[in-house]
DNA sequence: GAGCCGTGGGT
DNA sequence: TACCCAAGGCT
């Protein structure tokens, strides 16, 4: 029994009848749907998945309902609302684009692919997204979804970073998308993609491409798209100093570039420090007097690229801070009244138990 | 262009 | 546990 072909017309014309009758239209970035909107939700669904984006979503469309508010807004209010989501430079790259549209575009959203590109944190896929969902456009999307679901219906087995292969996707994403009805469309393609084209255990006989489908008639479906290489990541450590005065503790600002951008950190020794160690360093880097250390129980954060071993070493001081210890860069962080800083995932948890 | 950039959920 | 990777983009 052979493939059935498929006209690019046909594909439209059936994933849109599954979209009106399965498709998602209660996420909450579809409501009041503006360019705005949009936008954000694009960015936040970077490598990120729906259920934890939904949350961020709403407290961050609260605190910045459109481009100026977040445009007028300090950076680390932002990143206050981005802190446990991730990929910080996503919130730097916001900000710093919100900036862009109110001062060089009057606040008026850019709806064009090329403009839409010069934006930071918006590449070739997103630039595509927003031009469809936002503005009705035939924007041509290519994340992760569409990717799985072109590369089965077309039975591509090559791996799917392959140059040539993501060449391909791209030729085949732009012969689908239809000028009609482009941002019910790109929501179908995610859609089927997240909710029957799945990565693990597809729902194919539920698809309505079951009959077209390559890789279902070749039972390459779990073969598809096929897993590059594993890279192993390395691990390292390090102690995380948690130097106390009173209801304070000492949060230091990291740098933009490199991990944890622009967020509040404990003070960082490479490697595991011992007692003697700790004591030195708070005197040479904050001339401090400090108690005698005493570690914590340590714990493993992993990133996209390595493992961090963390050692959490608490000492406490009893020197009133100084006007040249407090600084941007260096502050005494009120356990009772939390500001509304960036704080990375493993900092608030281990903030939280100091509380 | 290969490495960098977070976190959580699924298996 | 360990590994995969999710509505990618930047350098």
């Not at 936002?134 to 072109?150: C, H, S, Y």
């Not at 006989?205 to 390459?220: G, Q």
């Not at 691990?235 to 304070?248: D, S, V």
């Not at 230091?252 to 960082?268: A, D, N, S």
Request: hydrophobic content about 40%.
């Amino acid at each position: 029994m052979p493939v059935v072909p498929l006209t690019a017309h046909t594909f439209q014309r059936r994933l849109l009848s599954w979209f009106d009758a399965h498709g998602r239209k209660h996420l909450p970035w579809q409501q009041h749907k503006t360019p705005y909107r949009v936008w954000i939700s694009e960015i936040m669904l970077q490598q990120t998945q729906v259920g934890t984006v939904i949350p961020y979503f709403q407290h961050f469309i609260q605190r910045f309902p459109d481009v100026l508010s977040l445009a007028k807004a300090p950076l680390d209010d932002v990143l206050h609302l981005w802190a446990g989501l991730g990929y910080y430079s996503r919130a730097r790259n916001l900000h710093q684009a919100a900036v862009m549209i109110a001062e060089q575009y009057q606040g008026r959203f850019p709806d064009t692919k090329d403009t839409l590109q010069t934006l930071p944190g918006i590449g070739r896929s997103t630039a595509g997204a927003i031009l469809a969902l936002a503005f009705e456009q035939p924007g041509i999307i290519l994340d992760g979804n569409v990717k799985r679901v072109l590369a089965r219906l077309h039975g591509l087995t090559q791996p799917i970073n392959d140059k040539t292969t993501e060449q391909t996707l791209w030729a085949l994403a732009e012969n689908y998308t239809p000028v009609i009805r482009a941002a019910d469309y790109t929501q179908a393609m995610m859609d089927l993609g997240a909710t029957v084209c799945t990565r693990s255990k597809p729902a194919c006989l539920t698809c309505p491409f079951l009959k077209n489908c390559t890789a279902y008639h070749h039972h390459l479906t779990a073969c598809i798209p096929q897993k590059r290489p594993a890279k192993k990541i390395p691990t390292q450590e390090a102690t995380f100093l948690i130097l106390k005065r009173g209801r304070h503790v000492l949060l230091c600002k990291r740098p933009t570039q490199g991990i944890w951008g622009g967020l509040y950190c404990l003070p960082e020794i490479a490697g595991l420090a011992d007692s003697h160690t700790v004591i030195q360093y708070c005197q040479q880097q904050f001339k401090l007097l400090v108690s005698e250390p005493k570690a914590l129980n340590s714990f493993r954060h992993t990133f996209s690229h390595y493992h961090l071993q963390i050692h959490p070493i608490m000492v406490q001081t009893k020197k009133a801070p100084t006007k040249l210890m407090e600084s941007t860069q260096q502050i005494w962080y009120n356990l009772s009244k939390p500001l509304a800083i960036g704080l990375p995932k493993p900092i608030q948890t281990i903030l939280e138990a100091l509380r």
